[in-house]
């Protein structure tokens, strides 16, 4: 017997109330509609069957008063069964031989109402029902040739019957209620396994937050601390640069222009390293974002440089992908900004296509500027990876920068499970390509 | 007419260098670090003679708060509230700008490191915010 909960045992109670209920009225509409073919007397049985069928619904209404009375439910049930053995003997008594099947019904409601041992009391019950039933009808039955042996084989059979009948409900029963309670305890058993994973994922996740703070607090104060004394020696060599220009030698003049450019390219370096860590680390929400509006965002940021090179901007359709938007934003702008950067003032030409890919969007970033040797093709992704600026003069200068913005779009698009590629020879311009789930979950 | 200006940062080489910068144009008064520049502007020891400034630049990260931390100070204070504060760090973090400008300061950026960007730089300051504030008002 599995331990049930009182609501358990209502909703039962409820149940089997309505179901005998049912099985009942189901019973008096067959009795009615059969009472030429077998000429009942409907008067003999109507009150007892209402009775009945009433009783039945009033207990279902107030299941949760008495579900817990076990005893008053046995007592009731047995008196039902007696009652239904008095209309099988109003009805014909045993020459009406095949309403013998209805006792059935109250066994299994007995199985649904107790889910114990009771389906025996009740199967004995209606078997001694018509044990009697046949006792008061034996003269009659004797009359129309059935002998006091026949009567007492009858009497053995619906015992026997009955009681497998309440035997087989009974294991039924019994197994639906393992099975009950075995889905009752795996389901407590994963419910258990997920808080438990759940609990684990958020641990983590704090850690991992943790970490990033800590990662971005480092960061923070390596740049200041790094920074701050480089941009007092940059102050510090410029002033005198400034003040005592005039009293060096051509020589001392140049050594301090050196310190000077050198102190700003670092300075430059931990600036571009700083920003870099800024953009990549900042967490965002996953979204649809539509890379046409970011292009033409970037597009619009760099107007006054597209002015200045003359250069034309060609943007075809784009397609909506799902990800971090202002990391995105930060990759294309990047993107577009180097180009601009490497096509020659007056014929320069920068076209923004899309296409798919394998199952990802790509969007291509083409310039027709002084493209990029093969040898340095790969590492112009890695932080500070540059072409030297020997080789890689535009107009006539070499191109300025640290080597960080490819960085940034590398680990933006991987950040996107995706990738970011180039193709291009020196002179015949550049396409850079980042392939984007096109449909990533967040 | 002189106009004084505090200087707040924590780095020495920094502050001979903005003082050489902006020696001919404003009164260049410097602390390092934000004890300092609360006792200079509330004139407590060992700045009980000094003058109110007309602006303030205050470097954000200095060595015992930072500079939202100064600037809650000053507002609390009628009296320093409306001195103008251009908050200069060594990064262009969002947060932090958000920090400075939700504490009151009225510019914040980052820190030049050469010698005409950081005059213009000041000087474009003072000729922005400067004459609304209290220095200003004295002098009229």
């Given at each position: 017997?599995?331990?049930?909960?009182?609501?358990?045992?209502?909703?039962?109670?409820?149940?089997?109330?309505?179901?005998?209920?049912?099985?009942?009225?189901?019973?008096?509409?067959?009795?009615?509609?059969?009472?030429?073919?077998?000429?009942?007397?409907?008067?003999?049985?109507?009150?007892?069957?209402?009775?009945?069928?009433?009783?039945?619904?009033?207990?279902?209404?107030?299941?949760?008063?008495?579900?817990?009375?076990?005893?008053?439910?046995?007592?009731?049930?047995?008196?039902?069964?007696?009652?239904?053995?008095?209309?099988?003997?109003?009805?014909?008594?045993?020459?009406?031989?095949?309403?013998?099947?209805?006792?059935?019904?109250?066994?299994?409601?007995?199985?649904?109402?107790?889910?114990?041992?009771?389906?025996?009391?009740?199967?004995?019950?209606?078997?001694?029902?018509?044990?009697?039933?046949?006792?008061?009808?034996?003269?009659?039955?004797?009359?129309?040739?059935?002998?006091?042996?026949?009567?007492?084989?009858?009497?053995?059979?619906?015992?026997?019957?009955?009681?497998?009948?309440?035997?087989?409900?009974?294991?039924?029963?019994?197994?639906?209620?393992?099975?009950?309670?075995?889905?009752?305890?795996?389901?407590?058993?994963?419910?258990?396994?997920?808080?438990?994973?759940?609990?684990?994922?958020?641990?983590?996740?704090?850690?991992?937050?943790?970490?990033?703070?800590?990662?971005?607090?480092?960061?923070?104060?390596?740049?200041?601390?790094?920074?701050?004394?480089?941009?007092?020696?940059?102050?510090?060599?410029?002033?005198?640069?400034?003040?005592?220009?005039?009293?060096?030698?051509?020589?001392?003049?140049?050594?301090?222009?050196?310190?000077?450019?050198?102190?700003?390219?670092?300075?430059?370096?931990?600036?571009?390293?700083?920003?870099?860590?800024?953009?990549?680390?900042?967490?965002?929400?996953?979204?649809?974002?539509?890379?046409?509006?970011?292009?033409?965002?970037?597009?619009?940021?760099?107007?006054?440089?597209?002015?200045?090179?003359?250069?034309?901007?060609?943007?075809?359709?784009?397609?909506?992908?799902?990800?971090?938007?202002?990391?995105?934003?930060?990759?294309?702008?990047?993107?577009?900004?180097?180009?601009?950067?490497?096509?020659?003032?007056?014929?320069?030409?920068?076209?923004?296509?899309?296409?798919?890919?394998?199952?990802?969007?790509?969007?291509?970033?083409?310039?027709?500027?002084?493209?990029?040797?093969?040898?340095?093709?790969?590492?112009?992704?890695?932080?500070?990876?540059?072409?030297?600026?020997?080789?890689?003069?535009?107009?006539?200068?070499?191109?300025?920068?640290?080597?960080?913005?490819?960085?940034?779009?590398?680990?933006?698009?991987?950040?996107?499970?995706?990738?970011?590629?180039?193709?291009?020879?020196?002179?015949?311009?550049?396409?850079?390509?980042?392939?984007?789930?096109?449909?990533?979950?967040? | 007419m002189t106009v004084d200006v505090l200087v707040?940062?924590?780095?020495?080489?920094?502050?001979?260098?903005?003082?050489?910068?902006l020696a001919d144009t404003f009164v260049v008064h410097?602390?390092?670090?934000?004890?300092?520049?609360?006792?200079?502007?509330?004139?407590?020891?060992?700045?009980?003679?000094?003058p109110r400034p007309a602006f303030v630049v205050?470097?954000?990260?200095?060595?015992?708060?930072?500079?939202?931390?100064?600037?809650?100070?000053?507002?609390?204070?009628?009296?320093?509230?409306?001195i103008p504060?251009?908050?200069?760090?060594?990064?262009?973090?969002?947060?932090?700008?958000?920090?400075?400008?939700?504490?009151?300061?009225?510019?914040?950026?980052?820190?030049?490191?050469?010698?005409?960007?950081?005059?213009?730089?000041v000087v474009?300051f003072w000729e922005?915010h400067g004459h609304?504030g209290p220095g200003a008002a004295g002098r009229r």
């Amino acid at each position: 017997m599995e331990p049930q909960s009182a609501e358990h045992r209502v909703a039962r109670a409820r149940t089997a109330a309505l179901i005998a209920a049912a099985g009942l009225a189901t019973y008096f509409a067959y009795v009615v509609a059969t009472r030429r073919i077998f000429l009942f007397d409907l008067g003999r049985v109507a009150p007892l069957f209402s009775g009945l069928i009433v009783a039945n619904l009033v207990l279902a209404a107030t299941a949760a008063r008495w579900a817990s009375y076990r005893r008053a439910i046995y007592v009731f049930e047995a008196a039902q069964v007696v009652a239904c053995t008095v209309i099988l003997h109003r009805l014909g008594g045993l020459v009406m031989g095949i309403l013998f099947v209805t006792y059935a019904f109250p066994i299994i409601l007995s199985e649904i109402l107790h889910s114990d041992r009771s389906v025996f009391f009740i199967a004995n019950v209606a078997a001694v029902s018509f044990a009697a039933m046949l006792w008061v009808e034996h003269s009659m039955l004797a009359a129309l040739g059935i002998d006091g042996r026949q009567q007492v084989a009858f009497v053995a059979m619906a015992f026997a019957i009955l009681n497998f009948l309440a035997l087989y409900a009974d294991r039924y029963g019994y197994q639906l209620r393992n099975l009950a309670t075995e889905l009752q305890r795996k389901v407590a058993e994963r419910t258990e396994e997920l808080t438990a994973v759940n609990r684990a994922l958020a641990e983590k996740a704090r850690a991992l937050e943790e970490k990033q703070e800590e990662l971005r607090s480092f960061v923070y104060t390596v740049t200041h601390d790094l920074k701050a004394p480089l941009s007092a020696i940059l102050l510090t060599a410029d002033l005198v640069l400034q003040r005592h220009g005039g009293a060096l030698t051509a020589e001392g003049r140049d050594d301090l222009e050196r310190i000077v450019r050198l102190a700003g390219g670092t300075e430059d370096m931990i600036r571009d390293l700083l920003e870099m860590f800024r953009i990549t680390s900042r967490p965002e929400p996953r979204v649809a974002v539509d890379l046409g509006a970011l292009v033409a965002e970037a597009v619009e940021t760099l107007r006054p440089q597209i002015a200045a090179k003359g250069a034309q901007v060609v943007v075809g359709p784009l397609p909506r992908v799902r990800g971090e938007q202002w990391k995105l934003a930060h990759a294309i702008s990047n993107l577009l900004g180097n180009a601009l950067k490497y096509v020659p003032a007056g014929h320069g030409r920068i076209e923004v296509t899309s296409g798919v890919d394998n199952g990802f969007a790509t969007l291509s970033v083409r310039d027709n500027g002084i493209g990029i040797p093969p040898a340095y093709q790969r590492n112009i992704f890695d932080v500070f990876g540059r072409v030297p600026d020997a080789e890689q003069v535009v107009d006539g200068a070499a191109a300025a920068g640290s080597g960080v913005g490819l960085a940034i779009v590398k680990r933006v698009v991987e950040a996107h499970r995706g990738s970011v590629d180039v193709e291009s020879a020196p002179g015949r311009g550049s396409c850079f390509t980042l392939h984007l789930p096109a449909e990533e979950r967040a | 007419m002189t106009v004084d200006v505090l200087v707040v940062d924590d780095n020495q080489g920094f502050l001979r260098a903005v003082r050489a910068v902006l020696a001919d144009t404003f009164v260049v008064h410097t602390v390092e670090n934000g004890a300092e520049a609360l006792a200079f502007l509330d004139r407590r020891p060992p700045f009980v003679d000094a003058p109110r400034p007309a602006f303030v630049v205050l470097d954000f990260h200095l060595p015992d708060m930072n500079a939202p931390a100064v600037l809650g100070h000053l507002a609390a204070d009628a009296g320093l509230r409306a001195i103008p504060v251009l908050v200069l760090s060594q990064a262009d973090w969002d947060e932090d700008a958000a920090a400075a400008r939700d504490a009151g300061a009225r510019a914040f950026q980052v820190k030049p490191s050469r010698v005409h960007a950081l005059r213009d730089a000041v000087v474009a300051f003072w000729e922005e915010h400067g004459h609304a504030g209290p220095g200003a008002a004295g002098r009229r």
